[in-house]
């Protein structure tokens, strides 16, 4: 993928991006995925150790984090990029957005396999976590400080500690909806408010017994 696609496909993605020029200049997201490049070509020559090297200066540079030996597809945003990791293992789809703060990461110390397969246009909101031997799906869509431990099918919207899923692929959403999933999470109702207002209905039964008790022993 050539540096003129690079910087199109943030253009396309970035509606604050004013020219080429700026995003060459002042996209920490793009360097990192140049850097990714160069390193990857090494890792994968076994030069492990200057392809560590590399990556480890583009982290000082960024501030993103990307294992030579990830695998990524074609035309990743990574939007701010502050923040972000990507694990050895993990593997990246094409067309995939990730805002800044996401953590591609694993959950052990084991060996092999053990950081998570994203599909073609997935988006990881800001702060979140996908963690483990996982696949998301294509069209997945992460909400921000989400975290994710179990695979997700394709088209489906997950937000939430830990990430469920609060809409299918019947309704597709765009990459910078992000009100749009939030609005999601917040018309299911969670575990936590079940709960307070089953505590609510608790005390109100509670008080009206007491009442009743009060009444009583009046009379």
Same mark, same amino acid.
């Given at each position: 993928?050539?540096l ?7 253009? =396309?993605?970035?509606? #604050? ?14 360097h #990192? ?22 990556s480890?200066?583009a ?32 593997e ?11 953590? *591609? ?6 060996? /092999?396999k053990?950081h998570?397969?994203?599909?073609? =246009? ?6 979140? #976590? ?16 989400? %975290?994710?431990?179990?695979s997700v099918?394709?088209? #489906?919207?997950? %937000? /939430? ?7 299918? =692929?019947?309704?597709k959403?765009?990459?910078?909806e992000?009100?749009?999933?939030a609005a ?5 109702p ?9 505590? =609510?209905?608790?005390?109100? *039964?509670?008080?009206?017994?007491l ?9």
């Open positions: 993928m050539s003129r696609d690079h910087i199109q496909t943030i253009k =396309r993605e970035d509606p #604050a991006a004013k020219s080429g020029l700026e995003i060459l200049l002042c996209y920490p997201g793009l #990192a995925i140049l850097f990714h490049g160069v390193s990857s070509w090494f890792y994968r020559r076994r030069w492990y150790v200057l392809a560590r090297f590399i480890h200066i982290r000082v540079l960024t501030g993103i984090e990307i294992h030579p030996g990830a695998k990524i597809g074609q035309r990743l945003f990574i939007d701010h990029g502050l923040g972000v990791v990507i694990g050895e293992t993990a990246i789809g094409d067309d995939v957005l990730l805002y800044q703060g996401v953590t *591609l990461g694993g959950t052990g110390n084991e060996k /092999g053990r998570p397969t994203l599909g073609n =246009r997935v988006v990881v909101g800001a702060g979140a #976590a996908v963690l483990g031997n996982i696949k998301l799906g294509d069209d997945v869509r992460v909400g921000a400080g989400s %975290v994710v431990v179990h099918s394709e088209g #489906a919207t997950v %937000v /939430g500690i830990p990430g469920r899923v609060v809409r299918s =692929r019947a309704e959403l765009g990459a910078l992000h009100g749009r999933i999601s999470a917040e018309s299911e969670t575990d936590l408010e079940q709960l307070s207002d089953r505590i =609510r209905q608790l005390e109100a *039964l509670i008080q009206l017994l009442e009743d008790r009060v009444g009583q022993a009046r009379g």
